[in-house]
């Protein structure tokens, strides 16, 4: 069984940083990418950027210059360090990995995180 775990939300004043953290656990192959989205109440879920097992990324124009993603690919752990945060960035992150289940397997499933809320707020 695959689990994904997000840690390292919180409250923290416009201005401020904050960095999430999500491991990956359980018995499997190997991951490809791994990334995060969030979720704003009232609204859909968006990407904010993702990462490929050799470290390619994509973001979100949103986040473009404030947020970094970086990987550890011995701990199964990917990270999202966020700058400069904004009251618009409050919402609920939530850890994504793509995860091949086993050698014979030429497929990848998508596991959510239970998500960490984020608030920005003075």
């Known amino acids: 069984q695959v689990q994904v775990v997000e840690s390292g939300g919180g409250l923290v004043q416009p201005g401020g940083s904050l960095r999430l953290s999500c491991a990956a656990s359980g018995n499997f192959f190997s991951i490809n990418v791994m990334g995060w989205y969030r979720q704003a109440t009232g609204k859909e879920r968006e990407l904010v950027a993702t990462i490929t097992s050799d470290s390619g990324t994509n973001y979100a124009d949103f986040v473009k210059g404030r947020f970094t993603i970086a990987r550890d690919n011995a701990k199964k752990t990917v990270y999202l360090q966020m700058n400069s945060l904004k009251p618009e960035d409050t919402a609920v992150y939530y850890c994504?990995?793509?995860?091949?289940?086993?050698?014979?397997?030429?497929?990848?499933?998508?596991?959510w995180g239970q998500g960490t809320q984020v608030t920005v707020s003075s």
């Open positions: 994504v990995a793509d995860i091949r289940p086993s050698s014979g397997s030429y497929y990848y499933t998508r596991n």
